[in-house]
């Protein structure tokens, strides 16, 4: 009987966690683009995209105070594999959300536990990039939608056309959503590359308009002050690079940092370049005010081999890159404190691209 008790006591509380939708701050973390929850734990999750094809994406667990990390760590806990191509991860309310492009689906994850709470079908929508706000999570997808998912019922409640190219990067801010418009191909793989955002009104959920930025948008952030980062350009005609919009007038401002990967916290950008051609790394940080670049992460004594994202603790702003290795074999995230001081370094999974603090 009392068995029985406990697994009754235990159900509801699932049906409770798994039926609440989220309740969060009325900006929903503006300038953190919703890649933190509880940001005091001393705990974070790595993303690991996996190789395409391989059905061998992985969430690792890192202890944020001395590096130590359990790699296979969603697999460990579920008995399972999260899927192929781990595409996103944001931590929401009292969940995190995944996205696995090449499986089609979207992972909602206990993070206390790692535990799957549910698994959503996006059919052969193609998901990509994931914003949160107002107690729904919107996914960007490759068949030129941005999906709308309940965080209660877990259902899609909504799908918004847009007129651009694959969407990529999605952001967030003054109750609109800012997706970037970037490219597609043909059966012979060549390229036709967009030059727009989508802007998107959360009330209507209807595409209200578009801003023309540089070619090939991939990514985008929203700071503190209002104003979107937008990473743009692709390894044919256009280098890499970063601009500012300034949504009330769509005004862009030139970075001259031609990065390839970034992350935001508060009106500081940071984000980093990689060399093939040199082998050799470079960091910046940018004031998003006044525009200014000062290089960060320079004589750290890391040597590294392929990085592969970057991201920023908000609680004490300790610096993480991921390093993808040689693409086939485990990656590593570097740890650096605000100062630049390298901290530790640990082993997670294959092609790391993302570390989310909870």
Not at 267 to 284: G, H, L, P, R, V
Request: charged content about 15%; proline content about 3%; aromatic content about 10%.
């Amino acid at each position: 009987m009392k068995k029985l008790i406990f697994a009754l006591a235990a159900c509801a509380a699932l049906a409770f966690v798994s039926c609440t939708k989220e309740n969060v701050s009325p900006e929903d973390n503006p300038g953190n683009n919703n890649n933190s929850g509880n940001s005091t734990a001393a705990q974070a999750y790595v993303l690991n995209e996996g190789s395409w094809g391989g059905n061998n994406a992985e969430l690792s667990l890192l202890n944020i105070e001395n590096g130590s990390a359990t790699a296979t760590y969603f697999s460990a806990v579920n008995g399972r594999g999260l899927g192929d191509v781990a595409q996103d991860l944001v931590a929401y309310g009292s969940k995190l959300y995944c996205v696995v492009w090449g499986s089609n689906t979207i992972e909602v994850i206990n993070p206390a536990t790692g535990r799957s709470i549910q698994q959503i079908s996006m059919g052969t929508k193609g998901p990509r990039y994931i914003a949160c706000y107002g107690g729904n999570v919107y996914v960007t997808c490759y068949d030129r939608t941005v999906a709308r998912i309940d965080t209660a019922s877990y259902q899609i409640t909504g799908s918004c056309s847009l007129s651009g190219l694959n969407p990529e990067g999605i952001a967030y801010c003054n109750g609109k959503l800012y997706v970037c418009n970037s490219n597609e191909s043909d059966a012979n793989y060549n390229y036709t590359f967009d030059n727009t955002l989508s802007v998107v009104d959360l009330a209507s959920f209807t595409e209200v308009k578009k801003i023309t930025v540089p070619e090939n948008p991939t990514r985008i952030k929203a700071l503190a002050n209002g104003k979107l980062v937008v990473v743009y350009g692709n390894g044919y005609n256009n280098p890499a690079g970063m601009t500012l919009v300034d949504p009330a007038t769509d005004a862009l401002t030139d970075l001259s940092a031609d990065a390839t990967g970034m992350d935001v916290m508060g009106n500081d950008i940071y984000c980093y370049k990689y060399d093939y051609a040199t082998m050799s790394a470079a960091f910046w940080k940018i004031d998003g005010n006044s525009a200014s670049k000062t290089t960060i992460l320079s004589g750290t004594g890391v040597s590294f081999v392929a990085p592969y994202g970057i991201n920023v603790n908000p609680s004490n702003g300790d610096i993480y890159v991921t390093d993808a290795q040689d693409y086939s074999s485990n990656g590593d995230v570097h740890c650096f404190a605000a100062n630049g001081t390298h901290k530790w370094s640990a082993e997670v999974a294959l092609l790391p691209s993302k570390v989310v603090f909870f």
